[in-house]
């Protein structure tokens, strides 16, 4: 089955304690991304990769690091989080003008 | 600048009501259009797509949206609503690179049973 895997779903921890956010799709895509979504703001885009070893910053990329090492995988790191920082994460996949694939989300809560 | 705008924040509907929402882009270039709906508590699907041809797009669930290129707009419609339309929708554009997207801000839609 086509699917884009973030883990964890659901995770609550404290200021300055580095987290990461995986994210994996088994479709062979180019192209991935991750979005937080905030209400009333809509997805805002923090980082983009055309392809591996290939990145580039969104609107919101202050306070995060992405790699991408492997086609398939395309972490998300908050290396110093904050409250701030508190949202909804989504990673998504295509491939060349495709539709986007979306992972569940990650609920991030960060006291 | 590419954006994405949505003028609809929150529309609230009967059930049996027609339904249009709003979007407008602005940028050149190919014109891939899309429309996400986000469920309570889920991810976005794909409502449906734009990329060139007929300017009319079926979709989904009984959705359509027609692409006017010189109103640089691709509104959403639906001629009757269900209870279970109740949901986000986002539309969403080309954003510099190929596979790069811009979403707009999101119109909830809410429908009183």
């Known amino acids: 089955e086509a699917q884009v895997t973030q883990n964890p779903r659901y995770l609550i921890t404290v200021t300055g304690k580095k987290l990461t956010v995986t994210c994996s799709q088994n479709?062979?895509?180019?192209?991935m991304s991750w979005y937080r979504q905030d209400p009333g703001l809509g997805l805002r885009q923090i980082y983009y990769s055309m392809n591996v070893e290939v990145t580039d910053k969104g609107d919101v990329p202050e306070g995060y690091k992405v790699s991408r090492k492997e086609k398939r995988n395309f972490p998300l790191i908050l290396e110093s989080p904050s409250p701030n920082q508190t949202s909804l994460y989504f990673c998504?996949?295509?491939?060349?003008?495709?539709?986007?694939?979306f992972g569940d989300g990650t609920r991030l809560s960060i006291l | 600048a590419q954006s994405v705008s949505q003028h609809n924040h929150h529309v609230i509907l009967s059930e049996a009501a027609s339904l249009e929402l709003g979007c407008n882009y602005s940028?050149?270039?190919?014109?891939?259009l899309f429309w996400y709906v986000q469920y309570p508590g889920q991810h976005l699907q794909l409502l449906l797509k734009?990329?060139?041809?007929?300017?009319l797009v079926k979709g989904i669930k009984g959705f359509e949206a027609e692409f006017i290129k010189s109103k640089f707009s691709f509104n959403l419609r639906k001629p009757s609503v269900q209870w279970s339309d109740t949901a986000e929708y986002f539309c969403?554009?080309?954003?510099?690179?190929?596979?790069?997207?811009?979403f707009g801000k999101g119109t909830k839609l809410s429908v009183k049973p």
């Open positions: 940028y050149g270039g190919t014109v891939n």
């Open positions: 969403a554009g080309p954003r510099g690179s190929q596979g790069n997207l811009i």
């Open positions: 734009y990329f060139s041809g007929d300017p």
């Open positions: 479709m062979n895509h180019e192209y």
């Open positions: 998504a996949s295509s491939t060349q003008n495709q539709p986007q694939h």
